[in-house]
Antibody
């Protein structure tokens, strides 16, 4: 069955960077784009960007351009999202999700990774 | 890119039908047939309920249906059940560098 398993919770200081991993199984990793979405506590969903695991092509939300980098290691079916220059407002749960067809169709989601930014 | 507009909350009794609206602009909802709906229970990841305006993924109950008119998309849940109580989010393709925008979310309460 399709599964996306994310790395564990992180605590970072302001100004630092965080790198979250997302290991895929149960399907052909290079056949589907990966979206990254975050959710602050009690808040709504926010789309951060997408990556094509086959080509490595990426597209980032304007809000995160210059601060986010999405990469992959196809040999181990794993996608990564790195966010730099962290600030307290980046405290959130970060999700990876498989995009089925259109980028808006996130049909399988990881369990989420809590990132806390605190001094 | 502004978030899509959803009502903060809706409610209904078991067995009833409810509709959640999602209003955008001609640059997102109105311009493309790429509207999705997600259900999220507390402490869990979102679940895709509707994609490309009207399509249901395999395994999603046919009590859930989607539609669109102009710049407003809608999710209708018929025969409300207690397990439907959750937060619901719409999303749309935008065609800008921010390819996807979400709505602010709607809390559904089953009375």
């Amino acid at each position: 069955q399709v599964q996306l398993v994310q790395s564990g919770a992180e605590v970072k200081k302001p100004g630092a960077s965080v790198k979250v991993s997302c290991r895929a199984s149960g399907y052909t990793f290079t056949g589907y784009d990966i979206n990254w979405v975050r959710q602050a506590t009690g808040q709504g969903l926010e789309w951060m960007g997408w990556m094509n695991p086959n080509s490595g092509n990426t597209g980032y939300a304007q809000k995160f351009q210059g601060r986010v980098t999405m990469t992959r290691n196809a040999s181990i079916n794993t996608a990564y999202m790195e966010l730099s220059s962290l600030r307290s407002e980046d405290t959130a749960v970060y999700y990876c999700a498989r995009a089925r067809g259109a980028v808006t169709n996130s049909d399988y989601w990881g369990q989420g990774t809590q990132v806390t930014v605190s001094s | 890119q502004s978030a899509l507009t959803q009502p903060a909350s809706v409610s209904g009794s078991p067995g009833q039908s409810i509709t959640i609206s999602c209003t955008g602009t001609s640059s997102d909802v109105g311009g493309y047939n790429y509207v999705s709906w997600y259900q999220q229970h507390p402490g869990t990841a979102p679940k895709l309920m509707i994609y490309e305006v009207t399509n249901r993924p395999s395994g999603v109950s046919n009590r859930f249906s989607g539609s669109k008119s102009g710049n407003t998309a809608s999710l209708t849940i018929s025969g409300l059940q207690a397990e439907d109580e959750a937060d619901y989010y719409c999303s749309s393709y935008t065609g800008s560098s921010t390819l996807v925008v979400f709505g602010g979310g709607t809390k559904l309460t089953v009375l």
